[in-house]
């Protein structure tokens, strides 16, 4: 942890009433509805990008200090029953809102990326953390950049983590990934960049590449055009 100027920072784009709801249950999680809370901070992720990069460290911060305060885990079970219920209703989030949807799968790793049990990254996690990103893999979605980008993003973050956890499953994704970048017709520049990158950051061990520079260096002119 060890950066509250950090956590400060996430909770101002939240009306002053929930940034109260959210600094309470940070400091005395016992005196608020962490129910209220989980349900909140996944609100608020399915709809800002931004946001759902970082929440993970919010709710971990929750998850240490009701730990802390009373050896409970209501908030961890509320926002795991939460998660669950978005992964079961993903295909129609996909088709309602495309952003909510990359939102979802960018806030879902990044749990998975916070939070441990014994040291260890959760289990139950794993699967559904898969699952979105073999959904990323599809070609209707490889034909998406913002897909294509959330893809490669997540495999950055969680990619080494999910290999440990299910090696066979990370070879099967790549087996899609590779698929869409040798035989789909129409990606873009861009897209065909992202995805070589990953092919390769894997490859290395799941370290940044020649091609990896690259592709960044054409994400970052492009979002000047």
């Not at 931004?50 to 509320?78: D, H």
């Not at 040798?182 to 370290?207: D, H, M, P, V, Y």
Request: aromatic share 8%.
């Amino acid at each position: 942890m060890g950066e509250p100027g950090r956590e400060e920072y996430k909770i101002q784009s939240f009306d002053a009433e929930t940034q109260q709801l959210l600094k309470t249950a940070l400091k005395d999680p016992g005196a608020v509805d962490l129910d209220k809370v989980a349900n909140v901070i996944v609100d608020h992720s399915l709809q800002d990008r931004v946001f759902s990069k970082e929440a993970g460290r919010m709710c971990y911060a929750i998850i240490q200090a009701e730990s802390k305060q009373a050896g409970l885990s209501v908030f961890r079970r509320g926002l795991l029953n939460r998660l669950q219920q978005e992964y079961q209703a993903r295909e129609q989030l996909r088709a309602r809102s495309p952003q909510g949807w990359v939102c979802y799968v960018t806030f879902i790793c990044n749990i998975f990326d916070y939070l441990r049990v014994n040291n260890m990254p959760m289990m139950a996690l794993v699967n559904p953390v898969y699952d979105c990103l073999f959904r990323l893999a599809q070609p209707d979605s490889l034909s998406k950049e913002e897909e294509v980008d959330c893809l490669v993003l997540q495999l950055h973050r969680v990619g080494e983590q999910l290999e440990k956890m299910n090696r066979q499953r990370m070879d099967e994704l790549f087996v899609l990934i590779r698929d869409g970048f040798l035989l789909l017709t129409g990606l873009s520049s861009l897209a065909q960049l992202l995805l070589l990158e990953i092919i390769e950051f894997r490859a290395a061990g799941w370290k940044t590449t020649p091609a990896a520079h690259k592709a960044l260096v054409m994400k970052s002119l492009q979002q000047f055009l």
